[in-house]
């Protein structure tokens, strides 16, 4: 069984700080790992995935995370937070080399910009 | 752009009203599609899973009298709330993978307010 863990269902930073956004997972097998961004009303846009290669994944929008398979983590970081930064952000899991299965979504984090 | 498209992004009707959903994948085909229910400020859970050629896959405790799934073709998945209630009240959202072991994409997910 797999399962996504986001501390944190609230996070609000200033305008150019740093974005940390915390998700471990729980997975019997070895994980495939997602970042999605959902605004207000939309569907998910995949923001970044881990797949077995480097460990540090580069994304879209300047996000980035890194799988620590020690820590069971894959923390999403951004250096500077824009204002468009601001939206629900969701960690999902499903196990690799499994063909179409569906993702297990953690319970989300929704991230405030201040100016 | 989009590679999924979901129909209508909004509904709003009377109580026994069965509405239809539609998911369609563009410039790729689907065998596997994924319906999602989100509830306010919650994450997304698995309703069930489309297979074209073959009938859903539902999760537990999803009625599938009560949601009737559809994978007519390659490319589309359609999902009909049946005579739907003020409970049905939800934002719903179809996903496919681009391919074995591809990231799923989204549809930007119909809100559906029964009234």
């Known amino acids: 069984a797999q399962s996504v863990t986001q501390l944190g269902s609230h996070v609000s930073v200033s305008e150019g700080a740093l974005v940390l956004l915390r998700c471990n997972y729980s997975?019997?097998?070895?994980?495939?790992l997602f970042w999605y961004v959902q605004y207000p009303n939309q569907g998910l846009q995949l923001l970044l995935k881990?797949?077995?290669?480097?460990?540090l994944v580069k994304g879209i929008n300047g996000f980035e995370a890194e799988f620590k398979k020690s820590e069971t983590s894959f923390h999403l970081t951004k250096p500077s937070a824009h204002m468009s930064d601001a939206a629900e952000y969701f960690c999902?899991?499903?196990?690799?080399?499994?063909?179409?299965?569906?993702?297990?979504f953690g319970k989300g984090t929704r991230l405030s910009v201040i100016a | 752009g989009a590679v999924v498209s979901q129909h209508p992004s909004r509904v709003i009707c009377k109580s026994g009203t069965s509405v239809k959903i539609e998911c369609r994948s563009l410039?790729?085909?689907?065998?596997?599609m994924f319906w999602y229910r989100q509830f306010p400020k919650q994450s997304l859970m698995l309703m069930a899973t489309?297979?074209?050629?073959?009938?859903?896959?539902?999760e537990q405790g999803v009625e599938k009298d009560k949601f009737l799934i559809n994978h007519a073709s390659l490319t589309l998945s359609t999902l009909t709330v049946t005579s739907a209630h003020p409970e049905d009240s939800s934002f719903y959202i179809c996903?496919?993978?681009?391919?074995?072991?591809?990231?799923?994409?989204f549809g930007d997910g119909t809100r559906l307010s029964i009234l």
């Open positions: 996903s496919a993978p681009l391919g074995s072991n591809q990231p799923q994409h």
């Open positions: 997975s019997s097998v070895p994980p495939y």
């Open positions: 881990y797949t077995s290669a480097a460990t």
């Open positions: 999902a899991v499903s196990p690799r080399n499994s063909g179409n299965t569906p993702l297990v």
């Open positions: 410039d790729f085909q689907a065998t596997t």
């Open positions: 489309s297979n074209e050629g073959s009938k859903a896959t539902y």
